[in-house]
């Protein structure tokens, strides 16, 4: 089946540095990628909608200039957390859509997580 | 984006079956039902999918009404190893999915 991988696993960084979250989708294409963020015991929260060769749309009350969001090819977007803060430890996790039947139906395939804990 | 509700927990005895209902009361035309699985730790994992009627892959069966307001996730025979929280979502493939709050199944030996 199809796979979606992301990189790091799970990362820890000093407060005020940034970091980069890798979403690949490993054996399709995918023109759509989604970025979720997960807090302990909460469901998944909709950050963003990261679309191949255009600027990502966020969700109302997600800082775009604070989780950068690049999909520039059609198997790689990534998320940039700047200047992070113990706040912004949490769970990411990325999805992205292999369609089928012409792109009028498609899967949609989650990835591992990726855990950033900032101290 | 149509919203879903769905019991906040379940238990259930190893080997039962587990029917987990939630309402998706304005449902719209091209909305899919589809169900995920996620442990602690790890992105959710594809359980079913389906529009209408009923549903069966190896590991679930969904059953869908003719209004389509409503599913039911029917997982056979229970184990230990699904534990976890399940998630009902409703949406197109090209809209971006709002997770609602799931239901955690826990499983007792």
């Known amino acids: 089946g199809a796979v979606v991988s992301q990189h790091p696993s799970w990362v820890i960084c000093k407060s005020g540095t940034s970091v980069k979250i890798e979403c690949r989708s490993l054996d399709f294409q995918a023109t759509t990628m989604f970025w979720y963020r997960q807090f302990p015991k909460q469901s998944l929260m909709l950050m963003a909608t990261s679309n191949e060769g255009s600027k990502a749309t966020y969700e109302q009350g997600v800082e775009k200039d604070k989780f950068l969001i690049n999909h520039a090819s059609l198997t790689l977007s990534t998320l940039t957390v700047t200047s992070a803060h113990p706040e912004d430890s949490s769970f990411y996790i990325c999805?992205?859509?292999?369609?089928?039947?012409?792109?009028?139906?498609?899967?949609?395939?989650f990835g591992e997580g990726s855990r950033l804990t900032v101290l | 984006l149509a919203k879903t509700t769905q019991p906040i927990s379940m238990d259930s005895y190893e080997g039962q079956e587990v029917n987990i209902t939630c309402s998706h009361n304005?449902?719209?035309?091209?909305?899919?039902i589809t169900w995920y699985q996620q442990f602690p730790s790890q992105g959710p994992r594809f359980i079913i999918q389906?529009?209408?009627t009923k549903v069966t892959n190896e590991v679930a069966s969904l059953f869908i009404p003719a209004d389509r307001k409503s599913s039911t996730l029917s997982l056979p025979r229970v184990s230990l190893s699904d534990t976890a929280v399940y998630y009902c979502l409703v949406g197109d493939i090209w809209t971006p999915l709002v997770f609602g709050k799931g239901t955690r199944l826990s499983v007792i030996a």
């Open positions: 999805s992205a859509i292999k369609a089928s039947g012409g792109a009028l139906t498609g899967e949609l395939f």
């Open positions: 389906g529009y209408k």
């Open positions: 304005n449902i719209a035309t091209n909305d899919y």
